[in-house]
């Protein structure tokens, strides 16, 4: 009878297992293996990439049409991206190119710029000639304005990292700087914390280093995230030819961020992150039927 319990003691805690794995954040199991880019073009031709940051091809391509790409943040497969046509925040699936619509709009713009999130809210570039991110809830709510010095107006690169900010100077200015900067704006903190020789446009950041869009090159350049010193290019294949060019980049900030146990949950789980559910389930299931044959013996 001991040998027995133990038996049932053992699937108890295999199936408790299995059922528990639903529990845990799906994206924290991938890999971030991934940069997506909003092309600067024509309202005819803007695309959503999603490029593998290993071989810089693309792997998905999402014709759009909104107006001249600029922003772009990817949440849990979902994109968030703006346009310099207007003051909408726009939302897309990448898996599956869906047009969800306006997510919000952004008051007092006409024009927005790169786009960032922190795990709860988006921090939004101006791109009407001033130096300021606005940080806006998921639900369209102004919630602070802070003004970037160095910014020179027209800065189309804005990136959150490790409760910071880090940003462009201007517009595809060449050579590109990018300093670093408190949540609430003013003076950089680390000015110059990584200098291009190249017209630099977006930035994202994976966890662990900085890539920024060669924006006429269609390259995207790795830079160190803790010392901001260069280490590789990775040259884009595969992109639509009237829409080459990306001007904002952005990581999954579901794995960066939601990954770590940070509070991510503005999407449903995409395809992959469904098909691990199944499984964990089917586990489940399979582990309570083996405690229900034991018990019955």
Not at 34 to 51: C, E, H, R, T, V
Not at 74 to 91: L, M
Not at 248 to 262: K, N, P, Q, R
Request: aromatic share 10%; with cysteine; glycine share 12%.
């Amino acid at each position: 009878m001991v040998k027995n319990r133990a038996g049932v003691g053992r699937f108890v805690s295999f199936a408790a297992l299995s059922c528990a794995a639903l529990l845990l954040p799906a994206a924290g199991v991938q890999a971030q293996q991934f940069i997506y880019g909003n092309s600067a073009s024509s309202p005819s031709s803007q695309f959503l990439y999603k490029i593998d940051k290993t071989t810089g091809a693309v792997v998905k391509s999402c014709q759009m049409n909104k107006g001249n790409g600029r922003g772009m943040v990817v949440v849990n497969n979902i994109a968030y991206y703006t346009t310099a046509s207007n003051n909408n925040v726009f939302k897309a699936d990448m898996g599956t190119c869906a047009d969800m619509g306006v997510a919000f709009t952004v008051a007092g713009a006409t024009s927005l710029s790169t786009i960032a999130f922190d795990g709860t809210n988006f921090w939004v570039g101006d791109y009407s000639g001033t130096n300021q991110a606005f940080y806006y809830s998921p639900t369209g709510t102004l919630l602070a304005t802070v003004h970037l010095t160095s910014c020179t107006g027209f800065c189309d690169g804005l990136e959150w990292f490790n409760g910071k900010l880090i940003s462009n100077e201007g517009d595809a200015s060449n050579p590109g700087h990018y300093d670093i900067y408190a949540l609430t704006g003013g003076a950089p903190t680390t000015a110059n914390f990584i200098n291009t020789t190249f017209s630099a446009t977006g930035i994202a950041f994976d966890g662990t280093n900085f890539y920024v869009s060669d924006i006429f090159n269609q390259k995207l350049q790795v830079y160190n995230g803790t010392t901001g010193a260069f280490i590789n290019t990775i040259t884009i294949t595969g992109m639509n030819a009237s829409a080459n060019v990306l001007e904002d980049l952005s990581a999954d900030y579901a794995i960066v961020i939601g990954g770590g146990g940070g509070p991510v949950d503005l999407t449903v789980p995409t395809m992959s992150e469904w098909a691990l559910i199944l499984m964990s389930v089917l586990l489940g299931l399979l582990g309570l039927g083996m405690v229900a044959r034991r018990a019955r013996r």
